[in-house]
């Protein structure tokens, strides 16, 4: 399943219904997680109506007993408040956060990894990346969400591409099972940032993938924060044992983005969205806008032409 829609909702709170369930495992990638994490609002809450719970605590009400089993490794959706559905209808892609959707239970098994393929190990890992360091640069941060997200990174880069260069490294697997569970616990703390509400939009309007849209948009964001996020950045070079000793805190910065690069280019990620038309700007623009303005406390805001500006560099020319 690729972006959940409320759709699949529907389908699975009528098979909760007719079967009298009450409890609900989400097994799967983190679409599959936020499938059932709607699907759990939706039994609790009787109607399939969610754009009433878009934003920040409009649930407020007991989900049935919930436990997510992922078998990616990234989403961190089996460690987060937030379920991201996509309206069938409108298309438009929204966040539903709400402590209420915190699953009681999740089972981490790297058994679950080995067969993943290798452009979703990619995508996944990517995403959990992402998570630790948009929450990592957020101004909301707190002591502890910035120590998982470092550990999460310095997880990530010993495992990521050992789980992708071989898939059946069950120790790479696992590892990266718990760096995802870390970055998970850091962003549903501190929040992601504009990465995130930009691949949104683009999820939304072609369906791209949500590992793969974070990954590419990833290091045009952290060039275009520049100066203001370079002694942060530094920081995370050095976690990422990217760094010399030596090296200025510009020079670190600039070092950290080039291996985020890097370890895109080794797995095949890509850089540029095919999909992307002059037309379509925009509305991704405006999207994006909405999303992280005023929610995400990110270190630089965007106004919607930076945003517009941003997806420019995204096309392919
Ligand atoms: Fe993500």
């Known amino acids: 399943m690729a972006n959940p829609t409320t759709e699949n909702i529907k389908e699975a709170v009528n098979v909760y219904n007719e079967q009298n369930c009450d409890g609900i495992i989400g097994f799967g990638g983190g ?3 936020d499938c059932a994490k709607g699907t759990g609002i939706a039994a609790a809450k009787n109607t399939t109506d969610f754009s009433r719970f878009k934003g920040v605590l409009k649930v407020r009400k007991k989900l049935p007993y919930f436990v997510a089993v992922p078998t990616t490794a990234g989403t961190g959706s089996e460690a987060t408040i937030a379920a991201v559905i996509t309206d069938s ?9 709400d402590t209420k959707l915190m699953p ?3 089972v981490l098994d790297p058994e679950l990894l080995l067969g993943l393929p290798q452009h979703m190990t990619a995508f996944s890992g990517m995403d959990a990346l992402t998570h630790a360091v948009e929450a990592y640069l957020n101004r909301s941060n707190t ?5 998982l997200s470092e550990e999460a990174i310095e997880l990530i880069y010993d495992n990521l591409y050992k789980s992708y260069d071989n898939g059946q490294d069950i120790q790479a697997r696992t590892n990266m099972q718990r760096a995802s569970y870390f970055a998970g616990k850091a962003f549903t703390r501190a929040y992601v940032g504009n990465v995130h509400a930009m691949a949104h939009a683009l999820g939304a309007r072609y369906n791209v993938q949500h590992g793969q849209a974070v990954s590419i948009i990833l290091p045009y964001i952290l060039e275009e924060y520049g100066e203001a996020v370079h002694g942060k950045l530094a920081h995370l070079g050095d976690i ?18 080039e291996s985020i690069k890097e370890l895109n280019t080794k797995m095949d990620v890509g850089t540029k969205f095919k999909e992307l038309k002059n037309e379509d700007l925009k509305s991704l623009a405006d999207a994006a806008y909405r999303e992280a303005n005023p929610l995400y406390p990110v270190p630089v ?7 517009i500006r941003m997806y420019k560099q995204l096309m392919v020319s």
């Open 31 to 33: 679409s599959a997680i």
């Open 89 to 97: 209808e409108t298309k438009e892609k929204y966040a539903i956060i």
């Open 104 to 106: 009681d239970a999740a």
């Open 143 to 147: 002591k502890q969400t910035k120590m």
């Open 240 to 257: 990422a044992k990217v760094t010399e000793e030596g090296d200025s805190i510009e020079v670190k910065a600039e070092k950290f983005i």
């Open 301 to 307: 805001m965007f106004s919607k032409s930076d945003f």
